[in-house]
């Protein structure tokens, strides 16, 4: 049983900053992987950043890399997506999904939450 609810979302101008959330359910992940992903209106969805919650390692899509940084809160069973000097391109729902260590697809995922931003 896994439930992922992501928040955090919003309307920002360029060149802002917004944190997103995503609580796991207060569950023990220390054999997971958890993650972000997004979806522009009319695109695939895409990938965004994983963090390994056992080490705390960490992988960014290229494109991203050195806006957004992922992190993990253990107490409180929660992944986080800080989003720095955003672009209107960022626009998208943002997902928050998680997969065991050992399969290689996101088999669990959380409703999303809207990110807008504004030129």
């Known amino acids: 049983q896994v439930q992922l609810v992501e928040s955090g979302g919003g309307l920002v101008q360029a060149g802002g900053s917004l944190r997103l959330s995503c609580a796991a359910s207060?569950?023990?992940?220390?054999?997971?992987?958890m993650g972000w992903f997004r979806q522009a209106p009319g695109k695939e969805r895409e990938f965004v950043a994983t963090?390994?919650?056992?080490?705390?390692?960490?992988y960014y899509a290229d494109s991203l890399k050195g806006r957004f940084t992922i992190s993990r809160d253990n107490a409180k069973t929660m992944v986080y997506l800080q989003m720095n000097s955003l672009k209107p391109e960022d626009t998208a729902v943002y997902y928050c999904?998680?997969?065991?260590?050992?399969?290689?697809?996101?088999?669990?995922w959380g409703q999303g939450t809207q990110v807008t931003v504004s030129s």
């Open positions: 963090i390994r919650w056992s080490l705390g390692t960490t």
């Open positions: 207060g569950r023990t992940l220390s054999s997971y992987v």
């Open positions: 999904a998680e997969r065991r260590e050992t399969d290689s697809n996101f088999g669990s």
